[in-house]
């Protein structure tokens, strides 16, 4: 890909709304981080869940 070419891709990009943005950046992200362990993100997505459900305390 050219530099010409990225930087129109990533203009079009801009242009998305939010939250299709944040899907694509989602995306983006994970494509660098290879193959996903689908237990350890159950096991975070439980936990996010239970943290926002105000069921865990804050360390002092």
Known sequence: MTTLELETLRNAAMTLPEQERAALA????????????????????????????G???HPS
């Open 55 to 57: 069921k865990t305390t």
């Open 26 to 53: 989602k995306d983006l992200v994970a494509s660098l981080d290879g193959p996903t362990d689908e237990g350890v993100a159950e096991a975070w997505d439980r936990e996010i869940r239970r943290r926002i459900r």
